[in-house]
């Protein structure tokens, strides 16, 4: 029989507040799980937004090579083949708890379980952790299943259990609900039969924690998740000839927020990461790829899987498929980019293998998106449309928290580091190129010729 | 053995099997006159024939996702002959039509301005040389001037719900009709210019039509690929060769049966590094059983956007007596008793309610992925 498989996404969840000395988070459980499993602490997102990451995670692809198009949001590709069709020949059942609207992505299988979509503001607290103990508890899941998690907890609007709305849980809103989430894990954790169950647990990206200390005080700009509750509740009762004017009054508010937020900042002596995570909003049109918003954590626990190990080497999410299929003995499909990370659990030689990293676009208006690569070593990313544009170049060694923008003055790893990208890129034009894969536009001008439009 | 595959785009059976030429070549061929295609527009339909799989496994299951082809998980006719050292040529409507891979040329026609009789003919006479040549040839050629006609002056000229075009069905009928007998002569020239060419001794002729077409007998659809009733689903499939005995089949067969019959009849081992078909070969049939096939369709209504959908929203599930539709787009229902109502006029959904129960489950499995 092979082994069921939790897989547990905790949106915006970074790496360095999951397990890092600068975390002020209360995590026994977390800790515990560390203690019991091996631990990534470079992983990397190939997106700084769900469906992208997503796309990664669940085909082993680059975003771009998925189908799901960051520019259109177009569906899966049919024939791209995801972690659920292999699975599904290997008889295994599926069940989720996902936000609503996953299913539109054309990503996920049939999920078994009538609840599998959840209302986007339930979270573990409101009756998501109870209806997922519930069914671990009950008999409803055949074997082997895989059970697909993705809690919006940390996802902004954050709102904070009272319980654990105070500084001995966080110094900050964001810890603060990692220690309640902490709280929900250690009862969903004890209901998992680690016996005959690998549990994965990660993030499809990280996010600015939008609250700092300076000088022993916090300066908070997170959003307020009780009004963002009502005013959402209030914005899907608007008829759809209202939503221009809807969209407009979102930008300018934000547009209106960004100014004071400006004011307030230009004040303070703040470095460039900090003043980033305060000012950043989500109708900003320049977008931006820092760890902070890709590197997640990643958490493998199963029986007879090493224990306490922490590994530091750089590895992806796109790593995860094939990782995945390694420990229930199944070969991936050739055609992905991720890599398995097998051989480090055993310790045998890893050669690093470099992340593409790509932004998500607004849905409603138009961004400045760029795309780019890591390494351990360096950070690089430009423009989406035009390399000459928005280039950014980091040193990670020396510069971790990506404050220098070094592009300027070293031409030579700019160059190094476009033509990785390069590479990434053209190898899977020209292989389409010849398979010729028309986009959605192109079909339509042949429908039209046969006078189907 | 060669292989020259004909499709007659959008041919009607009713039409078919009194076609003056038509006729002629059934009488001398293993016809199949209920050849249930996957799809009633040709897009979808192809590939469901080229892939011996229903679109809803191979990724083809619109207009518009014929990128979405599973390539690598189907092997196509194109391919598998391809794989067998045969010359893979082919003349089609679009690029959209046929999964490409496999082919060593493929060239799309002008359906407006070129004249299709001669440029099939030149092909003729070029994969005569291959023959010369002691090469394996196969010939796709595509017959699209009845979806020429009907787009020029049906689709460009009505929409699904004229009341002009719906209340002139015999005017709709004429001019169908002219339509098929020049469909009718260009098969005539082909199979004649293969006689004379001496193709015919060593290569088996198939001649298919890919979906039927409307008349006006249902409002809402004025051509086809909105509904599954018979007038469009009711494709034919035909096979000529001498080392086949004529026959007029009238059981119900599935046009994903196509593909697997060609390459029982060209002897070529079904390839176990890919999926594995939906479709049976027809020979036994041929041979005399009787086994019932129930065939499986999906079509996409546009309603009133103006464009069809990204995803099928019509299903229907045939047998041999009965027709089961689910309308996904508004989630209604029919049910038709196909011996005793062939126009499919008389909805039994309330009324044959444990039929409906069994075709709804047959349906539901044969649509799961």
């Given amino acids: 029989m092979k082994q069921n498989i939790i897989f547990l996404i905790i949106d915006s969840l970074r ?99 009538d609840d599998a979509y959840y209302d986007f503001y339930m979270g573990l607290t409101n009756g998501l952790g109870d209806k997922i103990i519930k069914k671990l508890c009950s008999n409803e899941l055949k074997e082997p299943y895989f059970l697909t998690i993705h809690s919006m907890d940390l996802h902004d609007p954050i709102s904070v259990d009272e319980k654990f709305s105070n500084s001995d849980f966080g110094e900050n809103y964001y810890e603060q609900k990692i220690s309640e989430l902490d709280f929900w894990l250690s009862k969903i954790t004890k209901k998992i039969d680690f016996s005959n169950t690998i549990l994965i647990l990660t993030s499809d990206h990280g996010c600015y924690i939008k609250s700092i200390r300076k000088n022993g005080k916090e300066i908070n700009f997170n959003i307020n998740a009780n009004i963002e509750k009502t005013t959402s509740k ?30 307030i900042i230009s004040k303070l002596d703040l470095k460039p990461h900090e003043k980033r995570a305060l000012i950043a909003g989500r109708a900003d049109k320049d977008h931006f790829l820092f760890d902070e918003c890709l590197k997640v954590p990643l958490l493998i626990i199963g029986k007879n899987l090493p224990k306490n190990k922490k590994i530091p080497q750089q590895v992806r ?116 190129a010849e398979e010729d894969e028309l986009n959605t536009e192109e079909i339509e001008n042949e429908l039209r010729k046969l006078g189907y439009v | 053995m060669n292989l020259i595959f004909i499709t007659i785009d959008g041919a009607r ?15 001398k061929s293993a016809f199949f006159s209920k050849t249930i295609t996957y799809a009633p527009y040709t897009i979808g339909a192809m590939h469901a024939i080229f892939s011996g799989t229903y679109g809803n496994k191979t990724g083809v299951d619109s207009y518009w996702s014929t990128p979405d082809f599973k390539k690598n998980e189907y092997k196509t006719l194109v391919k598998y002959l391809h794989d067998a050292g045969y ?138 690929g909105v509904f599954c009733y018979d007038y469009t689903i009711n494709a034919t499939s035909l096979f000529f060769h001498k080392s086949l005995s004529a026959k007029f089949i009238k059981n119900q067969v599935r046009s994903i049966d196509i593909l697997p019959t060609i390459l029982d009849i060209l002897k070529i081992p079904i390839d176990p590094n890919y999926e594995k078909f939906d479709g049976l070969s027809l020979i036994p049939i041929l041979n005399g059983d009787t086994t019932p096939r129930i065939a499986f369709s999906q079509s996409g209504n546009p309603l009133d956007s103006g464009k069809p959908p990204k995803e099928p929203n019509v299903w229907a599930v045939r047998t041999d007596d009965w027709k089961f539709i689910l309308n996904i787009h508004d989630g209604t229902e029919e049910l038709y008793d196909l011996q005793n109502d062939p126009d499919e006029l008389d909805n039994l959904i309330d009324i044959k309610v444990e039929i409906a129960t069994r075709l709804r489950l047959n349906l539901k499995e044969l649509a799961s992925k």
């Fill in chain 1, 15 to 113: 790496s360095d507040k999951f397990h890092d000395t600068s975390k002020t988070s209360q995590t026994p459980t977390l800790d515990n799980l560390l203690k019991n499993g091996t631990y990534f602490e470079q992983t990397i997102s190939s997106a700084d937004a769900t469906i992208l990451s997503w796309s990664s995670i669940f085909t082993g692809k680059f975003p771009f090579k998925s189908g799901i198009r960051s520019s259109k949001f177009n569906k899966l590709s049919s024939k791209t083949q995801t972690l659920f069709d292999i699975l599904k020949k290997q008889n295994y059942h599926f069940y989720s708890y996902l936000p609503k609207l996953s299913e539109t992505v054309g990503l996920f299988p049939e999920f078994e379980n």
């Fill in chain 1, 317 to 432: 999410t796109v790593d995860i498929l094939p990782t995945v299929l390694d420990l229930i003995k199944l070969t991936s499909p050739l055609d992905i980019d991720g890599k398995s990370l097998l051989n480090l659990f055993t310790e045998k030689e890893f050669e690093e293998n470099v992340a593409y990293i790509e932004s998500t676009p607004l849905v409603l208006s138009e961004s400045n998106d760029v795309i780019g690569i890591r390494t351990s070593e360096f950070k690089y990313f430009r423009d989406k449309n035009n390399p000459q544009k928005r280039i950014h170049l980091y040193s990670l060694k020396s510069d971790p928290l990506e404050n220098n923008n070094i592009a300027d003055v070293n031409d030579d790893q700019t160059i190094k580091c476009e033509q990785i990208l390069q590479n990434i890129i053209n190898n899977f034009e020209n292989k389409n």
């Fill in chain 2, 87 to 224: 010359v893979t040529i082919g003349d089609s409507i679009n690029k959209l039509i046929l999964p490409k891979n496999g082919f060593d040329e493929l060239t799309i026609h002008d359906e407006i301005n070129d004249d299709l009789t001669q440029r099939h003919l030149s092909l003729l006479s070029n994969v005569e040389k291959l023959k010369n040549d002691g090469k394996n040839f196969f010939l796709y050629l595509h017959y699209s001037n009845i979806h020429t006609g009907i787009m020029q002056q049906v689709l460009k000229k009505y929409d699904n719900f004229s009341k002009e075009y719906f209340s002139n069905k015999n005017e709709n009928a004429k001019f169908y009709e002219i339509l098929f007998e020049n469909a009718d002569k260009y098969l005539e020239t082909i199979i004649l210019e293969c006689e004379k060419l001496c193709l015919t001794d060593d290569t088996l002729i198939v001649v298919i039509s890919d979906h039927g077409i409307s008349i006006g007998e249902k409002l809402g659809e004025r051509a086809y």
């Fill in chain 1, 234 to 263: 209030f914005t899907k009762k608007i008829p759809q000839f209202l939503h221009p004017l809807k969209n407009k009054l979102f930008f300018a508010r934000e547009k209106l927020q960004i100014n004071k937020k400006k004011s």
């Fill in chain 2, 13 to 27: 059976v009713d039409r078919i099997v009194n076609g003056n030429f038509y006729k002629k070549l059934i009488n």
